[in-house]
């Protein structure tokens, strides 16, 4: 299987305010104000095979900049082969340092290709048996203990 194309779509959306908050002044996300545009990236692999592997992140215009200027040298290479496609990729960071998250943007699109061609869902093919697995919530810092209690009511209804 060889890889024929990487592309970036960037996406422009609003920025919400978030349904939870860390501390007064602490901003969430990426930072973006409330209501101003923020734009992430989906980044898609093309193989000769048909199948096409997917990964979305933060920070449309970074991702889609890397992928045009540093990434496209991958083009042939076998996106089964992931630690290969690493080692590369660490070899493009010794030019210029690349944001660690934006680099996994491409190993998590080769593991989605892995998981098509396996015909296996991701936590299957990484050796998980279980389709559910235990989850609970963890909490940020509240400023009284009314915002906790209802942070933990909120949680509950939810499903934890």
Do not use: N
Request: glycine letters at 8%.
């Amino acid at each position: 299987m060889e890889i024929t194309d990487i592309k970036c779509y960037v996406m422009a959306s609003v920025a919400q305010p978030a349904s939870y908050r860390w501390r007064t002044g602490i901003p969430l996300g990426d930072g973006t104000p409330i209501g101003d545009t923020q734009h992430s990236a989906i980044l898609k692999i093309e193989t000769d095979e048909g199948i096409v592997g997917v990964a979305h992140g933060r920070r449309g215009y970074r991702v889609a900049d890397v992928v045009k200027r540093r990434l496209k040298y991958l083009v042939g290479e076998d996106p089964l082969m992931t630690e290969r496609l690493w080692e590369l990729v660490w070899e493009i960071d010794r030019i210029e340092e690349i944001q660690i998250h934006d680099l996994g943007l491409l190993d998590q699109a080769c593991w989605d290709i892995k998981s098509q061609k396996a015909s296996m869902p991701l936590y299957q093919l990484l050796g998980g048996y279980e389709a559910k697995v235990p989850a609970y919530a963890s909490t940020v810092t509240w400023d009284t203990m009314d915002e906790y209690e209802r942070y933990i009511k909120m949680c509950m209804d939810e499903g934890f």
